[in-house]
Each structure stands twice: as structure tokens, then as C-alpha cells.
């Protein structure tokens, strides 16, 4: 019974040192494993891979980390790539309006920053922007919405641009479809 309580009261002075994050160097951090973490979340918590921390720790099983054990967490420094930049994560984004925005494919934003399920990102998450740069300014143009009886020729012929340019303008990958209701931007002549 005393072993028990010796061990629980050890435990008991352990776990608050769980809960440290100290800054190693300016590359990468240390990492105390808490109980119910493992390497997912913990990649997840600072927006680096499973892979990633793997490697700096020589893990060849990524599914094997105790409670206690001391990552190192790599954090890459400057590692941004000339001509890209970092976007932090805010509430209601998802990979996909972030890629859309910066006008980047969904696939190289995964890739660029090792995201294994895209569907999971969160707040605070820090992404490599490849080519972002400075924001063009909006283009100069009206909002239309789609009329039962409307062509992409009609709605050209009505603003007096062409038809690839309301096709460009709004990503339409099939210029006879459009539906009712659908919004499109008519770029100005």
C-alpha cells in the first residue's frame, strides 16, 4: 500500500512539469508529453508534422511516446520560402477558403506544409503561403445575379465584355453551365 502512494505522490509532482514548453534554440522547442497526448496532437498543437518530430527525436515508432518523455519539436526557424508567407489560422477557416483566398491549389497548400488530414486544422495553426506576396487590389466590375432565361453570351452581350472574361473572372471550368441564382463578377470592359 505505502508503494502506491509513494508512486502516486511522485506522479502527482510530475505532471505539473507536463505542462512546460521551453524554447530549446531558435529552431526547435522542447516538448514535456503529457498523459493522453500522442505525436499527432502534438504536431498539431505547434503546425509541425508526426514525421517532423520522428526524425529530431529518432522515434521509429510514432505511436510510441510516454508520459514524461522529453521531444524536441522542430520549429525550422526562418523557413519560409522567398516569395511565400505565414497565415495564422483564424475561427471558420478551412484549408480550402485559405487556398482560395491566396488563389493556391488546395494540394500544394498540403503539401507545402506537410498536412497529413486536411480536414483538421485549427486556430492559432501557422501555414506557409507559397507566392502569396502583396494582395492585388480587387478588380474593378459589377455583381450579377443569374436570370431563368441567361447565357454567359446574353450577360456578355448585356455588360459589353466577352465571354471569357466573366468565364476567367469567376473560375467556371464549363461556360454552358450556369444555373439561377448563381453570382457572377463581370470584370469591366
Excluded at 511522485?10 to 522547442?29: D, M, N
Excluded at 471558420?92 to 486544422?121: C, E, K, M, Q, W
Amino acid at each position: 500500500m505505502k508503494k502506491w502512494i509513494v508512486v502516486f505522490l511522485i506522479v502527482a509532482l510530475l505532471l505539473p512539469l507536463g505542462a512546460q514548453t521551453v524554447s530549446a534554440s531558435t529552431s526547435s522547442l522542447i516538448h514535456v508529453v503529457r498523459p493522453g497526448e500522442n505525436l499527432y496532437r502534438i504536431a498539431l498543437r505547434y503546425g509541425t508534422t508526426v514525421r517532423a518530430i520522428a526524425a529530431a527525436n529518432h522515434i521509429s515508432n510514432p505511436n510510441l511516446i510516454y508520459v514524461g518523455q522529453r521531444l524536441v519539436i522542430p520549429t525550422g526557424g526562418s523557413t519560409v520560402p522567398p516569395g511565400s508567407c505565414i497565415y495564422v489560422v483564424r475561427r471558420g477557416d478551412t484549408l480550402y477558403s485559405i487556398a482560395r483566398h491566396f488563389g493556391v491549389s488546395l494540394s500544394t497548400l498540403v503539401s507545402v506544409n506537410g498536412i497529413a488530414n486536411p480536414s483538421l486544422i485549427f486556430v492559432g495553426q501557422r501555414l506557409v503561403i507559397p507566392g502569396c506576396g502583396p494582395v492585388p487590389p480587387a478588380p474593378a466590375g459589377v455583381w450579377y445575379t443569374v436570370r431563368a432565361g441567361d447565357t454567359l453570351y446574353s450577360i456578355a452581350a448585356r455588360f459589353g465584355v466577352s465571354v471569357w472574361s466573366i468565364v476567367a473572372a469567376n473560375h467556371i471550368a464549363n461556360p454552358n453551365i450556369i444555373f439561377v441564382g448563381q453570382r457572377l463578377f463581370i470584370p469591366d470592359p
